[in-house]
């Protein structure tokens, strides 16, 4: 593993710690607040445009967890073009909503980050859901 694959992937890890521990402020720090980050969650019709809007999402989603019983990032593959990375991997959460509900999210991303001179940061997302995973 390169440097640069290594640095991407701790990424992705904090991605994962960030809904893991409910923890927004390591949710925001991934993307780039001087690029027009574009960051479609699944269950948006629109896309979010730009870091203020990105951040908002997390505050208001992770208002509405109670609890986190996993949150697991499998099949993390990374492909980095000069100073553009491109990172698929597909996530599983479970926990309990605001509302005592419980809930299982099960997605695929795709996550384009570009180097900076402080690191790898995020620029756009795609997220799309999938159904319970086969045998």
């Known amino acids: 593993m390169t440097k640069d694959t290594e640095e991407v992937a701790a990424l992705v890890e904090v991605y994962r710690a960030g809904w893991a521990n ?50 697991a990032v499998s099949d993390v593959r990374i492909d980095i073009i000069d100073d553009i990375a491109c990172v698929f991997f597909a996530f599983h959460l479970e926990g309990v909503g605001a509302s005592s509900e419980p809930f299982t999210v099960q997605g695929r991303n795709t996550l384009i980050a570009h180097r900076k001179a402080g690191g790898w940061k995020g620029i756009h997302y795609h997220e799309s859901l999938r159904g319970p995973l086969a045998g």
């Open 22 to 71: 409910l923890d927004a402020a390591a949710l925001r720090s991934i993307w780039d607040p001087e690029h027009e980050t574009v960051y479609c969650p699944s269950e948006l019709d629109r896309p979010l445009v730009g870091k203020a809007s990105v951040d908002r999402y997390f505050d208001r989603v992770l208002s509405g967890i109670r609890h986190v019983h996993v949150m």
